[in-house]
């Protein structure tokens, strides 16, 4: 972070200081475990914690002012604020415009991570770029990324989750993106929009904060986004059907255990790529990381090598080989489309070997639950999957979609869920070539079946 004033902090966010003098901020924080000298300590408040019985310990760690909402008693300047959660969204919003950089947005109901992480990558060929760090996509996390900049990036690509409306309007306003990318509309937290239509909207609130003649890059493939109003902006499609007017395309994919390969089409001109990811729906997020690339003056080649031996991060598709089995870890979350393109991506892994699948509940469908995880069931036996486990509350509407190779359960009994997965691991019906997916939300700690299963295949 380059450094600020606290008069320069005071005159851009709804606060009050009594302070006369003025005071040099090196960096903000709202962790006390990491604060140091010449830091501003924001005093922040959640449902577990509560920031302001922890200002006398940042300032005896250096802290030379603090925000807060609630009087406190200190030998530093306070800037007091209605909500210190918004004075620190404020503080970012305002930090961003001293700096000379151009910002890319990317949200989504699937792929965000993944189309961030691939943006990043085509840039670097060109510029210096900051990318959002672990998942600090919601109304903390950005805010403290935009704090993380300095004058030496050229660019930064930043993520935004959210499973409310109004969460998207909050973090494309302070980071007034030039380019905006969608990668899909799906059902994850659809039990808290009530429909994909809302989910749509939610998302496209990412167009409040984009500037004036910025480029929005949407997924043809996607109806809600090939039939979304982008008003005033302008709107590229990527896609694999050509006849929606995609910018950019891909023909020729194959899927196999190594990864994917596909010939890209720009201007009529054909480039043959390859990344070591399984499935078509991460050749879609990688057109959309070209045709940034492509407005940053970034060649379609370049790009293309940028992304040849690219390395998902933990448990976002990754895949452990133990026994001559391969193993898909991508469990960090699941929804409906994200299980779909997972078992899609089981299913062409490798075409010889058998493929089995550990599946969680689907968390934050609401009313929706019961008819989804049936479709499940149902998506599983349709692919005819040599076996599935299944935890969750629905695992009778699991069991319904999929009567056949399938033991279901509880979530309530994880340990006969896990002995099942040992017996299984145990039994020597996985051989060489095989493939199993472990896939489900965060909530139901697929980690744990990851591990049983690690632990026999790995001895």
């Known amino acids: 972070m380059n450094k600020l004033t606290l008069s320069e902090i005071v005159k851009n966010i709804d606060c009050t200081c009594d302070f006369d003098g003025d005071v040099e901020i090196l960096d903000v924080n709202t962790d006390t475990r990491t604060t140091k000298s010449g830091d501003l300590f924001i005093a922040l408040v959640g449902e577990k914690f509560d920031g302001h019985d922890y200002v006398g310990k940042a300032v005896e760690s250096g802290a030379v002012a603090v925000v807060c909402s609630k009087p406190v008693q200190t030998s530093v ?13 404020q503080i970012a919003a ?4 001293t700096l000379n950089i151009k910002v890319v947005a990317v949200t989504g109901s699937n792929g965000k991570t993944t189309t961030r992480n691939m943006i990043t990558r085509v840039l670097q060929t060109k510029y210096n770029v900051y990318s959002t760090k672990k ?10 990324s935009v704090l993380e ?6 660019i930064a690509v930043l993520e935004m989750g ?29 039990g808290n929009l009530g429909s994909q239509e809302n989910i749509c909207k939610a998302k496209f609130e990412i167009l409040e904060g984009l500037k004036s003649g910025g480029l929005i890059v949407l997924n043809a493939d ?3 986004l090939y039939s979304a109003d982008t008003k005033e902006f302008n709107k590229v499609f990527i896609g694999f059907d050509s006849s929606k007017g995609t910018a950019l395309t891909a023909e020729n994919i194959e899927s196999s255990g190594e990864g994917t390969r596909f010939t ?42 940028s992304v040849s031996d690219y390395t998902p991060e933990a448990m976002r598709t990754d895949v452990i080989v133990a026994g001559g089995v391969s193993v898909i870890r991508d469990y960090y979350n699941s929804s409906p489309d994200s299980a779909r393109v997972g078992l899609e991506a089981l299913k062409t892994y490798n075409k ?14 609401g009313e929706y639950s019961a008819a989804e995880h049936k479709k499940l069931g149902e998506l599983c036996a349709g692919y005819d999957l040599d076996g599935v486990f299944f935890i969750g509350k629905d695992y009778v509407e699991f069991s319904d979609g999929m009567p056949e190779k399938s033991i279901c359960c509880d979530s309530a009994e994880r340990d006969y869920f896990l002995s099942k997965i040992k017996e299984f691991a145990q039994s020597g019906v996985l051989t060489d070539g095989d493939v199993v997916l472990v896939k489900g939300s965060r909530g139901m700690k697929m980690e744990e079946a990851y591990e049983v299963l690690m632990s026999v295949l790995e001895k």
């Not at 900049?149 to 050229?154: A, R």
């Open 149 to 154: 900049l300095d004058g030496s990036y050229d």
């Open 264 to 305: 890209v089409v720009y201007n009529g001109e054909k480039t043959d790529g390859y990344i070591p990811l399984p499935g078509k729906y991460n050749v879609a997020n990688l057109l959309e990381a070209v045709y940034v690339g492509i407005h940053f003056g970034v060649d379609v080649r370049a790009a293309l090598d």
């Open 222 to 224: 996607d109806p809600f």
């Open 162 to 190: 959210m499973n409310h409306f109004g969460e998207i309007r909050t973090l494309t306003n302070i980071a007034k993106p030039d380019v905006a990318v969608i990668t899909n509309i799906g059902k994850a937290h659809i």
């Open 94 to 97: 305002y930090y961003l415009t």
């Open 77 to 89: 300047p306070v800037i007091t604020v209605p909500d210190t959660e918004k004075a620190l969204q």
């Open 352 to 365: 010889n070997g058998k493929k089995f699948a550990l599946l969680g509940e689907m968390l934050e469908l």
């Open 135 to 144: 998942n600090f996509n919601n109304e903390i996390g950005l805010p403290k």
